[in-house]
Nanobody, 124 residues
């Protein structure tokens, strides 16, 4: 079972930036697409971004397109989420997830391993 450990969350003012990291255990990191999801209090978990095994294909939720960038370093077994121009509505717990399949996907049901989450709070 893969273990995913997120880091990089915190408190930031609106307009600021944060970079989330997700380190994965195991030797098969580069065989799987990876993704980021988020969940705010009282809301369902929602898709944020996903990346294919080699990073050639990426997907973004409309709400973060143009502000967030997903990337991965397969040599370090790590996926990143660069978040710029943060808004108060970006406040949530952000979760890293590993897909069951190599192709990038936006469907939460395609992900079978999840991290514990990291809190991102954007103040106005």
């Amino acid at each position: 079972q893969v273990q995913l450990l997120e880091s990089g969350g915190g408190l930031v003012q609106a307009g600021g930036s944060l970079r989330l990291s997700c380190a994965a255990s195991g030797r098969t990191f580069n065989n799987y697409a990876m993704g980021w999801f988020r969940q705010s209090p009282g809301k369902e978990r929602e898709f944020v971004s996903a990346i294919s095994t080699r990073g050639r294909i990426t997907y973004y939720a409309d709400s973060v397109k143009g502000r967030f960038t997903i990337s991965r370093d397969n040599a370090k077994n790590t996926v990143y989420l660069q978040m710029n121009s943060l808004k108060p509505e970006d406040t949530a717990v952000y979760y890293c997830a590993r897909s069951k399949i190599p192709a990038a996907t936006m469907t939460s049901g395609d992900f079978d391993s999840w991290g514990q989450g990291t809190q991102v709070t954007v103040s106005s």
